[in-house]
């Protein structure tokens, strides 16, 4: 049985970027994923060995946000390698890295009159830059 799995808007403050400043004082992103696998056995079970730990998952994508990119793509990449590689039952991924506008003070609300910019990487590395209001 196939099972979705969601780690939403996990919070995290880091420096990515092309710009200088951007390296230096950092900004905030906010990392979701969304994965499918077969998590039938822990439907029964109720043991962790039978499912994804969320830690081990949440512990992966803080490491590489500790490791400074040029580009959200790159950086949605990679995190998208390092799960696939550590957790290859999962049969479908997508990570989205996204950030608020660097250059007006921080993290904008979904309602503002500005924009919020996301990457999304997909199990099949088909990248798309979407941009939300």
Same mark, same amino acid.
């Given at each position: 049985?196939?099972?979705?799995?969601?780690?939403?808007?996990?919070?995290?403050? =880091?420096?990515?970027?092309?710009?200088?400043?951007?390296?230096?004082?950092?900004?905030?992103?906010?990392?979701?994923?969304?994965?499918?696998?077969?998590?039938? =056995? =822990?439907?029964?079970?109720?043991?962790?060995?039978?499912?994804?730990?969320?830690?081990?998952?949440?512990?992966?994508?803080?490491?590489?946000?500790?490791?400074? *990119?040029?580009?959200?793509?790159?950086? =949605?990449?990679?995190?998208?390698?390092?799960?696939?590689?550590?957790?290859?039952?999962?049969?479908?991924?997508?990570?989205?890295?996204?950030?608020?506008?660097?250059?007006?003070?921080?993290?904008?609300?979904?309602? *503002?009159?500005?924009?919020?910019?996301?990457?999304?990487? *997909?199990?099949?590395?088909?990248?798309?830059?979407?941009?939300?209001?």
């Amino acid at each position: 049985m196939k099972t979705k799995m969601t780690l939403h808007n996990m919070h995290f403050y =880091a420096f990515h970027g092309v710009m200088p400043h951007e390296r230096i004082v950092g900004g905030e992103y906010r990392v979701t994923l969304h994965l499918e696998a077969d998590f039938s =056995a =822990a439907c029964t079970s109720d043991q962790l060995e039978d499912t994804l730990n969320y830690a081990g998952l949440y512990d992966l994508v803080k490491s590489e946000m500790e490791t400074p *990119s040029q580009l959200i793509e790159h950086l =949605a990449g990679r995190i998208h390698t390092s799960i696939r590689e550590r957790y290859p039952q999962i049969a479908q991924l997508s990570v989205t890295v996204a950030t608020g506008s660097t250059g007006g003070g921080g993290w904008r609300q979904r309602r *503002s009159p500005y924009r919020l910019t996301c990457m999304t990487v *997909s199990s099949h590395f088909f990248c798309y830059l979407c941009r939300n209001i």
